[in-house]
């Protein structure tokens, strides 16, 4: 049955903890597949989540900014009255400094150096290619701001 809802209840969580539970008029989200957006009345649907930038609408107008969180994966759950991502890691695009994330690239290319064996070197180069990623997302945000 479709309505004429405005928002739908959205949350974020990692296995840390809830990093966001609020009403959303619209998410977007990095899926496995591809970016999708989501907004009230959306058909269920599951979801992978590739590692990329989810942007959150309060409100779909010109004065209030979407919140960007990067999320390392994980998974979406959409239903018509909701929206829960479970991701594996998620920052606040708002509260990142390159230069941390500079310096845990640089921590994790020195461990590779020290790895033990080929998986522990390949756990470690995918953890690189992500964080490469959260870098570019970090400053694509900050140059649009």
Known sequence: MITDMKTFS????????????QEAEMVSIPGGEGDFGVLPNHAAI???I?????????????????????VAGGF???TPVSCSVLAEEA????DLEEADVLKE???LE???EKAKNEIEAERLTKRIAVENMKLDALRAYKAAA
């Open 50 to 70: 590739r590692p990329g930038v989810i942007k959150v609408y309060t409100k779909r107008d010109d004065a209030t900014p979407p919140k960007h969180v990067f």
């Open 110 to 112: 020195d461990r590779i």
């Open 91 to 94: 920052f606040d695009l708002e």
């Open 10 to 21: 959205f949350e974020l969580v990692s296995p840390e903890e809830r990093l966001m539970s």
């Open 46 to 48: 599951l979801s992978t």
């Open 105 to 107: 690239i640089g921590a």
């Open 76 to 78: 979406a759950d959409v």
